[in-house]
T-cell receptor, first 114, second 111 residues
Framework: DTAVSQTPKYLVTQMGNDKSIKCEQN?????MYWYKQDSKKFLKIMFS???????INETVPNRFSPKSPDKAHLNLHINSLELGDSAVYFC?????????????FGPGTRLTVL | GQNIDQPTEMTATEGAIVQINCTYQ??????LFWYQQHAGEAPTFLSY????GLEEKGRFSSFLSRSKGYSYLLLKELQMKDSASYLC????????????FGQGTTLQVKP
């Protein structure tokens, strides 16, 4: 199936730990994104990469570090997890990354920090 | 500042028509998207408007007025499976692909 996939789907961890979420797309898109959706359902952009180059870097604590080994993969590493990091994290991809480019979302990773 | 407003919740009856409004104030405008998100699932693309007017796609239509900073999503012949959140998102100035989302409207369709 052509899609955007993420692992893991659920992640439960203790405060202070470091964790990673992986994302892969096989749509042949050049641009990938990370979004955070909080308990009020606001979906907020965190980062985007175009062909391994960082394009969007919103005001996100530097405990969050994205890494794109190639244009089909975008991983998110989070250091020193805090309670407020609990949310659903969505990866997305789009063909070019310009205005009007439809973004396709992965299934999400529900992160719970205890 | 960037601001996108949608009603938080709406209820409608199966078979009816419902209109979900979205107003926006953003720094520049490069188009407006509507996404559908079922509980616990990923947002899925419904429509994109960049010019004023109505875009129709089967039971779903989306309207845009750039001068008024206003859009709506119209759902006809409602089905139970249309119960979901509907997210309005604006592509602001910059052309980077950045989207600013509203908080979404949770639609409940009742028999």
């Amino acid at each position: 199936d052509t899609a955007v996939s993420q692992t893991p789907k659920y992640l439960v961890t203790q405060m202070g730990n470091d964790k990673s979420i992986k994302c892969e797309q096989n749509l042949g898109h050049d641009t990938m994104y990370w979004y955070k959706q909080d308990s009020k359902k606001f979906l907020k952009i965190m980062f985007s990469y175009n062909n391994k180059e960082l394009i969007i870097n919103e005001t996100v604590p530097n405990r969050f570090s994205p890494k794109s080994p190639d244009k089909a993969h975008l991983n998110l590493h989070i250091n020193s997890l805090e309670l407020g990091d609990s949310a659903v994290y969505f990866c997305a991809s789009s063909q070019v990354g310009g205005a009007g480019d439809t973004q396709y979302f992965g299934p999400g990773t529900r992160l719970t920090v205890l | 500042g960037q601001n996108i407003d949608q009603p938080t919740e709406m209820t409608a009856t199966e078979g009816a028509i419902v209109q979900i409004n979205c107003t926006y104030q953003t720094s520049g405008f490069n188009g407006l998207f509507w996404y559908q998100q079922h509980a616990g699932e990923a947002p899925t693309f419904l429509s994109y408007n960049v010019l004023d007017g109505l875009e129709e796609k089967g039971r779903f239509s989306s309207f845009l007025s750039r001068s008024k900073g206003y859009s709506y999503l119209l759902l006809k012949e409602l089905q139970m499976k249309d119960s979901a959140s509907y997210l309005c998102a604006v592509s602001p100035r910059g052309g980077t692909g950045k989207l600013i989302f509203g908080q979404g409207t949770t639609l409940q369709v009742k028999p």
